[in-house]
């Protein structure tokens, strides 16, 4: 379900029951060449890293439980 998040603008997300959005999304991806997909495939290993990597998960979960607590009366 979150495939779109996930991915953003680092690749394609198609339906899995739309093959020529799908043909048409390989067509661009092949159009752009190797260089381009490198780069693509860096922007998208950088991606990942920086959005669900275990420091930046971790930072999340600090900041989540860092409000709950702003928010518990004593």
């Not at 043909?23 to 990942?48: M, P, T």
């Amino acid at each position: 379900g979150d495939s779109k998040e996930i991915v953003g603008d680092t690749g394609k997300v198609v339906k899995h029951s739309d093959s020529k959005v799908l043909a048409q999304a390989w067509k661009e991806l092949i159009s752009i060449g190797e260089v381009g997909r490198s780069h693509l495939g860096q922007k998208a290993r950088k991606r990942i890293i920086d959005n669900y990597g275990i420091a930046s998960l971790g930072e999340r979960y600090c900041n989540v439980y860092s409000e709950v607590v702003s928010l518990v009366r004593y």
